[in-house]
């Protein structure tokens, strides 16, 4: 269990090196994804009070109170913290967390959602650090492109235990089907983390190098990148996470944000060629798809459309309001359908809609939907060298959203899309007063030295 903390470890101070910052607040940023792996093949995760004494869980649990308590100890020293958590785009946060406190009573077991709890405000938290640390001195870039890569590490981690340790990394079906991603991480989680990696891949070796002498860092780095993520996506099959990503590459690519004749040409070429892929390779798709499943199967979502009409017509009309209990899907805990006791929605909204009523449905809503209004607008309305990397910070947003509607997302158990999602809103809220402040000429600049990006030493 110790060699295995220390080899994550190691493998998320990699990926923060092949990011080109020397900052310590993203360094805790990197090594905050290692929680979410299950290091130990015989323990799992957090579910009763009795798991506590598991020592995995309590790993992740220690990590991520000493990750936390870093974050904590930067803005504590900044008073900028206090006027942050009042602004109008950190309230709808601040109100869900309230709403779910004032009805945690209900909860089957109140101790372990409001740690859970507590785990979804130390996200947000970690993101007003890297903010106010980082991102308000910094352009779209330079944040785009340590946020994007800090989900290597997951991919890193899971391909060094697939060598080491397959039985811990691989999961192989009732059907013969072998997927990488097993009790270490979700598959599903993998997909996703790809899916960002990817999307920034793309996106940087389109762009112009900044520095003629960083070829390793802004050339090197994005190919490796691009080879691992599509390497772990074929391996993890994710359904969600490819359907995700072809939405959010077509985002990427979309000439919607400037005039530029190259940029229409390079998209009406990606749409060219994903259609002559997909046309050429039907057959292959049509299988990596169906990973043995039946047409039927992906139609109902693999049962999770029925478990979907089953909540809203039995669980919800009982608590509309209250909804069942923070992280709860019935009175136990627990919801019965199908033959089976579901803890899991595998929706994130619907997921709030149970367990936090029709109140917390309408603030996780606004909760996604707010940062991807915001990031919208930047894209039209900012500088035109920063257009890109804000049209790449609205891509992976997507990604979270979509990848919402169908597994682990904004609202739910702690996941990596949670951290990645709360811990870039307070940047693409806050950017536009941000740009303001970093023109201020009272503002002490940071020793920096000059590295990929514009990344501050």
Not at 217 to 225: G, K, Q
Not at 352 to 379: E, K, Q
Request: aromatic share 12%; with cysteine.
């Amino acid at each position: 269990m110790i060699g295995n903390i220390l080899i994550a470890s190691s493998v998320a101070i990699f990926a923060y090196w092949l990011s080109g910052s020397r900052t310590s607040v993203y360094l805790i940023y990197f090594l905050s994804f290692i929680p979410f792996f299950t290091l130990d093949a015989s323990a799992g995760g957090l579910t009763e009070v009795s798991g506590l004494g598991g020592g995995n869980v309590m790993f992740k649990m220690v990590l991520r109170l000493l990750c936390t308590g870093f974050y904590l100890a930067l803005l504590l020293r900044r008073v900028e913290v206090f006027r942050e958590l009042w602004r109008p785009h950190s309230l709808p946060i601040l109100a869900f967390v309230t709403w779910s406190l004032v009805w945690l009573h209900r909860c089957a077991d109140p101790w372990i959602s409001l740690f859970r709890l507590g785990e979804l405000m130390a996200f947000y938290l970690a993101g007003l650090a890297l903010f106010l640390e980082y991102g308000r001195f910094h352009g779209p870039r330079a944040v785009a492109r340590l946020h994007c890569l800090a989900p290597l590490t997951l991919q890193l981690v899971v391909l060094w235990f697939a060598e080491t340790e397959p039985e811990l990394a691989y999961h192989v079906d009732t059907n013969g089907l072998k997927r990488i991603g097993h009790k270490l991480l979700e598959a599903n989680s993998l997909g996703f983390a790809s899916a960002i990696c990817m999307l920034w891949a793309v996106h940087e070796l389109r762009e112009k190098r900044e520095h003629a002498r960083h070829l390793f860092f802004e050339r090197i780095v994005p190919v490796l990148v691009l080879g691992v993520s599509v390497h772990v996506q074929v391996q993890a099959r994710s359904r969600t996470a490819m359907i995700t990503l072809i939405i959010a590459m077509a985002v990427l690519w979309a000439p919607y944000y400037t005039p530029d004749r190259k940029q229409r040409a390079a998209f009406v070429g990606f749409v060219a060629s994903a259609v002559g892929i997909a046309l050429f390779k039907l057959n292959t798709i049509v299988e990596w798809f169906l990973r043995g499943d039946r047409l039927e199967d992906l139609e109902s979502g693999t049962g999770r459309t029925g478990l979907w009409a089953a909540l809203v017509d039995e669980q919800v009309p009982l608590a509309p309001l209250a909804g069942a209990g923070y992280l709860n899907l019935g009175p136990r805990g627990t919801f019965l359908h199908d033959g089976h006791w579901w803890s899991n929605a595998h929706n994130s909204y619907m997921f709030a809609l149970v367990s936090n009523g029709i109140p917390g449905l309408l603030l996780v809503m606004l909760i996604a939907v707010l940062p991807l209004w915001m990031t919208f607008r930047r894209v039209l309305l900012s500088r035109p060298e920063e257009r890109s990397s804000w049209n790449l910070l609205l891509a992976v947003q997507l990604v979270v959203l979509l990848a919402s509607i169908t597994h682990f997302g904004i609202s739910g158990y702690p996941n990596p899309a949670m951290l990645f999602h709360y811990c870039l809103y307070p940047y693409v809220c806050a950017a536009p007063w941000a740009h303001k402040l970093q023109q201020s000429p009272t503002r002490v600049p940071l020793p920096t030295r000059v590295l990929p990006t514009g990344v501050a030493a």
